[in-house]
């Protein structure tokens, strides 16, 4: 077989219980001689090695795991890799592991970091992310056997069944598939997308979650599909200059999903300054600035991919890794189903009404239209 | 004297300048030999030390600081942090030096945490933040002669001229009061002030920058300031219902300054919820919330924190030696002077105005009225 061998693979070629491989895997002498026996067999055969590499990594003393740390860029959806951070460092913890940080500025530069700490055998295992289809990251460390996880697909083919390294990600067709469904439920019939330009394996994924809904569930042809979908950097002001175009473009829209908060908070503007601040919004990633202002958002559930990331790593006691087999198919990779978490928006004033002169009926005003002084 | 000896005082007893002492320190061929062992005379009298703390950090080989990462709480001011993080991690990078990791649940633990990453000997010195009256982190570390620097003053009795450690702290008694003299200068009569319950070290520090202002610029007496002055959790929703009351009972406010953008955000709802949303607010630590909802700010300048930190426990070449002693007056301590940042804020519509059935004329309103499904 092409996929490393698994727990359940054993169970079945000893024809026993998956619980028995893990009794005697980790506690053999409640299990019968003869049963032992037969499962021994089947690891031996299949030659099935359980966590592979949670062994490899209690053999070293450093009990550290390396994870790259970007400079601050987009405080809105960029705070996400903020928040697996802080998930992470606590999950590691309960285990005894600590997070170490370093920084590169591109994919080279990261694998010249990752062969040093390695060399330095301070660290034991790395996580990555922001994975892309021919990472040469991804790549080079499977090439060089050093353990690692990825929080981001490595976006090839099938991905799913034979993955060449351990992976979590995101369901990003699940969850902007569920944001869509729940605006159709809501009443809308004619929902826009609010995305990036293709290819972009993380934003082609959520696309297709949106577009599978509205093909589902509305009667919408292909050029609404074409008219309704909107590509822009992920930027602020870009999402609004955008949308203002979209909605000015078409006043039936009654709806707009995006692949990211920094999209929807730039879609609200845009909302707000044609006169539609009613227009329901959802965005993606759950950011703190969308719990701010009441955005409803697809959140990543960034505890269980920090869990599962450490899970993938290190393993687990056997019943747990039982668990984990019944719930992926898979002990490579996790695929996690986010979260639509519906909230009550602040709804904005028209921009242009800000800078009309009604405000200085009282001293605010000069305040208010003054120079920006930053 | 009661502090270690600077650059200055060595400069002083040699009766020569800061930078003659630092070419006597880095580049001792180019300094007249009478002039220089007058300047080793100085030196070995006031028993003056350069770098004592970065030459005990050059002679272990790890290479690593430690810092606590807490567990991710209000996303709005909570951000701080990880953005303090992002700075320090770039720069300790610049440097060689990288970031580990690690959790505690309170200063007890902290303190256990350092011990045992001190014992392994995979750390060479600490940043720690939060510090508070009496901390008793900082005490067992000086006790213990661990190498640190805090993110936070010591906040006790003449921090600035006998810290009994390295500490950076922003200004906030500055940045507050140049916050408030900026709604004075725009028009604002009648400034009030959110903050937190007294007693905190950052939040008096504050606190006392909005009265200075207001007491040298405005004429309010002493009931005025009472009446003016809000203390509340740092909560979104505490900070909205308090700056409704505040409002509803003064109607010549025109003008709030706020210790967080968490408050400030709150103090922005509130102010739309009674129909003032033309109330200039002034929030403090530019968070990305902040920024995203244009609110205006104190920038803390994290850069130049995490770089003052740096410095304080590594120490630099002579040349920036001298320029740091000249601006801070002494080589133990930075008092960073933060930013105010001016934006042109979203206005808010009443939240009253979002349950109104208004929005019902369409489709939408099945949304906007719907039950909350989180």
Redesign the interface.
């Known amino acids: 077989m092409d996929r490393l061998p698994t727990i359940e693979d054993v169970a079945r070629a000893a024809q026993v219980s998956r619980q028995t491989v893990s009794n005697v895997l980790n506690t053999p002498a409640i299990v019968k001689p003869a049963t032992r026996k037969r499962v021994e067999v089947a690891i031996r055969k299949l030659a099935y090695r359980p966590h592979a590499s949670a062994r490899r990594l209690r053999m070293r003393k ?1 009990s ?1 795991i390396a994870i790259r ?4 860029t987009n ?2 959806s ?2 996400l890799l ?2 697996f ?3 992470l ?2 999950q590691a ?1 309960d285990r005894g592991i ?6 590169a500025a591109d994919p080279a530069a990261e694998i010249e970091q990752i062969r040093k ?1 390695r060399a330095s055998g ?1 660290v034991d295992a790395f996580v990555l992310t922001a994975t892309f289809h021919g990472d040469p990251r991804t790549k080079w460390l499977v090439e060089s056997d050093v353990p690692f996880v990825t929080f981001g697909r490595p976006w090839g083919a099938d991905d799913m069944n034979h993955s060449t390294h351990l992976w979590v990600d995101v369901d990003g067709f699940a969850g902007m598939r569920e944001a869509t469904i ?2 159709i439920d ?4 004619r929902i826009g997308y609010v995305g990036w330009p293709s290819p972009s394996g993380t934003g082609d994924d959520r696309h297709r979650g949106w577009q599978t809904a509205v093909g589902e569930r509305l009667a919408l042809g292909d050029d609404d599909l074409t008219a309704l979908n909107v590509s822009v950097e992920d930027r ?1 002001e870009d999402a609004r200059n955008a949308v203002v175009t979209l909605l000015e473009g078409d006043d039936r829209i ?2 707009l999903v995006c692949a990211s908060d920094t999209l929807a ?1 730039g879609a609200m ?1 845009a909302a707000a300054s044609v006169g539609r ?4 919004i959802i965005g993606f990633d759950n ?3 969308g ?3 009441g955005l409803s958002s697809v959140d990543q559930t960034l505890d269980a991919v920090a869990g599962g990331a450490l899970e993938l790593l290190l393993g687990e006691s056997g019943s747990d890794l039982v668990h984990r087999d019944a719930a992926s198919g898979d002990a490579r990779h996790r695929l996690i189903t986010p979260h ?10 028209a ?1 242009d ?3 009309t002169p009604t ?1 200085t009926k ?7 239209n ?1 120079k ?3």
């Open positions: 450093s550290t740390l970007d400079p601050m405080g809105i960029g705070a903020d928040r951070l802080h998930a460092t606590e913890d600590r997070i170490l940080l370093f920084t700490l301070d729940h605006l809501r009443g809308s019939s602020l009654d709806g908070l503007i601040s009613d227009l329901p950011s703190p600035v719990q701010a202002i639509l978490v519906i909230r009550q928006p602040l709804r904005l004033l921009p009404a800000v800078s405000a009282n001293a605010v005003g000069n305040h208010r003054g920006e002084t930053q």
